[in-house]
């Protein structure tokens, strides 16, 4: 049997020539058979296209021919086109058109928030500088009845060019270093833990200027360019107890008319305000790292003035024996000011040397920083013992530095808390008035109390904004934990009563309020500007003047009221109605601490930025192979 022919077609030679008889038969049967083959393989056509295709084409392909879809310049797969617009189209539906309707949708903004009470209060508590400020001033100081003055102070002196600049003090006329280095720490000290809240109301830049003011006169009392100094200028103008000549406090006249002898000053001994200086240089020397030259004077001025400060040689007290200093602002001691200058020596150059200094033993011995008493709680321009403490408890809580500090920092953040429980109530350390107002002047029926509470409460809030970056709640006060909410509650109604939550409800700030003293101790603004020139005798008219200061000295904090919540608006009166310097610093350190208008919380970091990594240093790479 013959099967069909895989090659497609006969098997046999075919004769073209044609032929009959027997061939003709042949060729007939051989058709007939063709067709029976072509008829079997229409009944096996698969089989067949398959088995041709194995053996002239290959395997076949299983997959379908993609379609594609010419787009001018590219030919994209049909497939892929589909999906990818599929997903542009759910891209736009979840992205696209939230943002549409977002962006279309009315806007109903909430206004900002205004600034809160405290801002407020700050802002005018900050002119008060601008209105104390000595020698020549420019058009940008915003008190339109100052102008020029002191522009021959220090002209006997070997400073270059005499030492104009700086600020008076209070009411009166002169120019005291130990208060004034102290009040730019301060001021340094509230812009580097809060420098955002300052410029939440754009009062950073202007707190700036006027730390400068006073950093840049503190360079002009010493020799700033040498790394040893035998001495300090240490105060321009003021007078001795019972003084019968013209001077700061037998004459009566605004500092643009002064025409008295104002004398200089010279201290060559006195670690307690070459400490205060350093600190205040140390301090600045933070607030100005962006400008890293002055920053640099600042720092090298700071550490030539502690070098001064820890001279053997020089160990007595800068107002010992000097009836001028002594008569204002006389100073107790000087190991406290070695705390607060190293303290602040350490955080600006990151020295740990300063650091070992503060945490000698002998210093807070000497200093009886852990003799805690009514009178050793009290912050001030002459104890720094509670400052120095809180700043060196930052260290430990933020830094741990372990040994060989860990043992005195931890007795120093023990005390802190005990100072701090001192200024609560209901420990009875500190009488209060019936108004709320805690009496921190030694219980005397004068004034002047305000200073000294607006610097506890400014230190009683700042430790609780310490506790709560690290995460701690709160403290122990002997037997008791007290929450650091009691602290800042401390702080707030203290602050409160200085701003009118008072029995009088006067508000001890000038300016601020609708009642405030009118009558402020204050040669300047109790002086007309009305062209008339007015002598040393001939002032005082305008001094028991019963009737208003013709000029507000807008932001000064005065003394505050007595004992019994009294007060007496009265310009010859000034333990009632005088401001000074280091107050007014108090007062704003106190006030931006308190301020909520760009939020709570301290700037942790700023003041580490000067300090290495502790810990062992990296050991130097090894030296390069040689063969």
């Not at 360079?219 to 200028?233: C, D, R, V």
């Not at 807008?554 to 009166?573: E, I, S």
Request: with cysteine; proline share 7%; glycine share 10%.
């Amino acid at each position: 049997m013959q099967g069909g022919n895989h090659w497609g077609g006969p098997l046999e030679v075919i004769d073209n020539n044609g032929g009959g008889g027997e061939d003709h038969d042949r060729r007939t049967a051989a058709e007939d058979w063709d067709r029976a083959a072509l008829q079997s393989q229409t009944f096996n056509q698969n089989e067949l296209d398959e088995t041709q295709r194995s053996w002239l084409l290959g395997p076949p392909d299983g997959k379908k021919k993609k379609k594609y879809v010419d787009l001018g310049c590219v030919m994209v797969s049909r497939k892929a086109l589909k999906w990818s617009l599929i997903s542009i189209l759910i891209a736009f539906c979840v992205i696209g058109l939230p943002i549409i309707v977002a962006k279309t949708w009315p806007r109903h903004h909430p206004p900002p928030l205004p600034p809160d009470r405290y801002s407020e209060a700050l802002r005018k508590a900050l002119l008060f500088f601008n209105a104390q400020k000595s020698g020549r001033l420019g058009k940008s100081n915003n008190i339109t009845w100052r102008g020029n003055s002191g522009l021959n102070d220090g002209n006997e002196t070997l400073a270059k060019g005499g030492l104009v600049g700086g600020y008076y003090d209070s009411g009166e006329n002169s120019k005291y270093n130990f208060p004034m280095a102290y009040s730019m720490t301060m001021l340094s000290w509230s812009l580097i833990e809060y420098s955002h809240k300052f410029k939440s109301i754009n009062e950073y830049d202007h707190l700036r200027d006027l730390i400068k003011w006073g950093t840049d006169y503190l360079l002009l009392t010493f020799n700033s360019s040498s790394t040893k100094i035998t001495q300090i200028y240490s105060q321009v103008g003021g007078s001795q107890n019972g003084s019968q000549i013209p001077d700061d406090s037998t004459c009566w006249q605004k500092p643009e008319q002064m025409d008295y002898n104002r004398p200089t000053q010279t201290t060559f001994q006195g670690p307690d305000l070459a400490g205060e200086m350093s600190a205040a240089l140390s301090a600045a020397s933070i607030v100005f790292r962006d400008d890293p030259l002055y920053s640099a004077k600042l720092i090298k001025g700071a550490e030539t003035l502690f070098a001064f400060a820890r001279d053997s040689g020089r160990r007595s007290r800068y107002s010992r024996d000097n009836a001028f200093i002594a008569a204002a602002y006389n100073s107790s001691g000087y190991y406290d000011e070695y705390m607060w200058g190293a303290a602040w020596l350490y955080y600006a150059t990151g020295n740990a040397s300063y650091l070992y200094l503060a945490t000698l033993p002998g210093i807070p011995k000497n200093a009886r920083a852990f003799n805690v008493t009514a009178v050793s709680s009290v912050p001030s321009w002459n104890n720094k013992l509670p400052a120095a403490m809180v700043l060196l408890t930052r260290v430990r809580m933020m830094l741990n530095p372990g040994y060989p500090y860990e043992e005195m920092l931890s007795m120093y953040q023990t005390v802190t808390g005990l100072n701090m429980c001192s200024y609560l109530k209901q420990f009875r350390v500190y009488n209060w008035t019936q108004g709320g107002m805690m009496i921190m002047n030694k219980g005397q029926q004068q004034g002047q109390n305000l200073q000294y509470i607006a610097n506890a409460a400014f230190l009683a809030n700042l430790f609780a904004d310490y506790l709560n970056s690290t995460g701690v709640p709160g403290f122990n006060c002997g037997p008791n934990y007290i929450p650091s909410t009691f602290i800042r509650n401390f702080a707030t109604s203290q602050i409160d009563y200085i701003l009118g939550n008072n029995p009088l409800n006067m508000s001890y700030v000038v300016g601020y309020g609708t009642k405030f003293p009118r009558r402020v101790h204050h040669r300047g603004a109790s002086i007309p500007s009305d062209n008339k020139y007015y002598s040393c005798e001939g002032g005082f008219k305008w001094r028991d003047n019963p009737g208003p200061n013709p000029h507000n000295i807008t932001g000064a904090m005065v003394g505050g009221p007595d004992q019994f919540d009294k007060f007496r608006d009265v310009r010859t009166n000034p333990n009632y109605t005088e401001p000074t310097l280091a107050g007014n610093a108090g007062l704003v350190a106190a006030l931006v601490s308190l301020t909520t208008t760009a939020g709570f919380g301290i700037d942790k970091n700023t003041i580490f930025s000067g300090i290495p990594p502790l810990g062992p240093k990296t050991p130097p790479p090894p030296p390069p192979w040689k063969p």
